[in-house]
């Protein structure tokens, strides 16, 4: 089995699992806060996945949240998996949580899925195949005007309540515009622009494993992923993350915002 189906394959037996599963309070652990959880289910998925990748695989590096990473360089390889992505959401709602899996060669990427857990939506994207929702190819939005976006951000508190040199110019993104959404994953979030539901992403706190996968599907989607300050998205460490429907918008965002010219 190549890298793809197989990756396709695990995430669909572990999205079963994860809508088949009754979480007990007891399964519920905090890291480094209340905000901020994990549950044996995220685990379990986790090293279900590393599993099925390791043994078929075992030369490529393993990038996961909840363990340290796996890296065995010889094949260039590089998989980042966010097993629940949403964590709040699937101990609170059980949905809006998604399986992230991001796999890369280098620094060049190969293909990105999101499953949409409970909606049973598989996003996916091969380098250079477009990107789709199931079977049905998706598109970003052409919706370039300030006034005219929805912007999605995955948590409103670190987002604009905690300070962050970047927080008063998202607060005076965020009047400027349409709307303003949060679903609580950054995943899915990213999926929503490559989908054309919303039109930018701005996240201040975003690990390898949160957007590694979906930042690919964006892509071959047409839109495209920054850091806040307008440069390159690392890989492979923490980042602030802007992403958007297409270099129309950058160019709005820098006119307006980082150069001071033009009017909404
Ligand atoms: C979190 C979610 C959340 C975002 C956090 C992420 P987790 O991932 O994507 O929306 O605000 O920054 O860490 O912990 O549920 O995998
Ligand atoms: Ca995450
Ligand atoms: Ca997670």
Redesign the pocket.
């Known amino acids: 089995m190549e890298r793809f189906e197989l990756a396709r394959d695990a995430v669909i037996k572990a999205g079963e699992a994860l809508r088949q599963c009754h979480l007990d309070k007891s399964e519920v652990e905090r890291k480094s806060g209340h905000q ?2 994990v549950t044996y289910w ?1 685990r379990e998925t986790e090293q279900f996945l590393r599993r099925r990748i390791l043994s078929a695989f075992p030369q490529d590096s393993v990038v996961g ?1 909840e363990y340290p990473p796996e890296e065995h360089s010889p094949s260039g390889m590089t998989w980042y998996l ?1 097993p ?5 959401n699937f101990i609170n709602q059980h949905r809006n ?1 998604a399986i992230s899996v991001g796999c890369w060669n280098g620094g060049e990427p190969l293909f990105g899925m999101v499953l949409d857990v409970e909606r049973q939506c598989l996003y996916w994207g091969k380098h250079g195949g477009g990107a789709w929702r199931n079977q049905t190819p998706i598109h970003v939005s052409d919706r370039n005007r300030i006034p005219e976006l929805l912007v999605t951000t ?2 409103i508190q ?1 987002t604009f309540l905690e300070d962050h040199p970047y927080r008063d110019w998202l607060i005076r993104l965020a009047r400027d515009v349409r709307g303003v959404r949060s ?5 899915l ?1 990213l999926c929503e622009v490559a989908a054309g539901e919303a039109d930018l992403f701005a ?1 201040l ?3 390898p494993w ?1 957007h590694n996968g979906a930042r690919i599907i964006l892509e071959e989607a047409g839109g495209a992923a920054y850091s806040l300050d307008g440069g390159p998205l690392p890989l492979q460490t923490k980042s602030t993350v802007l992403a958007v429907n297409d270099e129309k918008l950058m160019e709005e965002l820098r006119k307006r915002y980082w150069e001071g010219q033009g009017e909404v």
């Open positions: 901020d959880l995220d949240e966010d629940i992505d949403g964590t709040t949580y995955p948590g670190k679903l609580g994953s950054v995943a979030e996240a706190r975003s690990s949160d």
